[in-house]
């Protein structure tokens, strides 16, 4: 099991940095590098508990899918995605929300298994962690410019 843990501070309302983590068209702009768009359940808009989506991106040079469904959800304070169908033998991404004095702390935690044994902890040792990490810094970076425009 991996685990990647980021945090991100944004100077927004706390109602308004969580709408924009689970807004699907917020998303897809923020995941434009890698051509990541809805292809299946929620589509477009806020996602909400039990709702599924069904992501198509590139990466690594090949077009994969991947369907999350909202398993937890605590407004504004916490949700969570998890795979239903994909490439990961397990994937779990939890999303914190807490109000601080003058700004709201964003705590990504994502917990990932790999397929295919050895072969698959070497790829993730040697690309898949550096790659998940920078698609979540670079998403976060996208989605706190959105949150503190007015």
């Known amino acids: 099991m991996t685990t990647i843990k980021i945090t991100t501070h944004y100077f927004a ?4 940095v969580f709408d924009t983590n689970r807004d699907i068209s917020i998303h897809q702009q923020s995941a434009s590098k890698t051509k990541e768009i809805a292809i299946a359940g929620i589509t477009s808009g806020l996602i909400n508990k039990n709702e599924t989506v069904t992501w198509k991106g590139k990466h690594f040079g090949v077009y994969i899918t991947h369907q999350s469904v909202i398993s937890e959800m605590i407004f504004p304070t916490y949700f969570v995605d998890e795979q239903l169908k994909g490439k990961f033998k397990k994937f779990k991404h939890q999303h914190f929300f807490e109000q601080k004095e003058n700004y709201v702390e964003v705590r990504d935690l994502l ?3 790999t397929p295919f044994g050895v072969f ?7 690309f898949l962690k550096k790659h998940l990490t920078n698609f979540i810094v670079q998403r976060n970076a996208v989605l706190k410019d959105l949150a503190e425009k007015n």
């Not at 309302?13 to 308004?16: C, N, Q, T, Y």
């Not at 698959?120 to 040697?126: C, R």
Request: glycine content about 8%; charged content about 50%.
């Open 13 to 16: 309302p706390i109602e308004k």
């Open 111 to 113: 917990e990932y298994e």
């Open 120 to 126: 698959g902890k070497l790829f993730d040792k040697l």
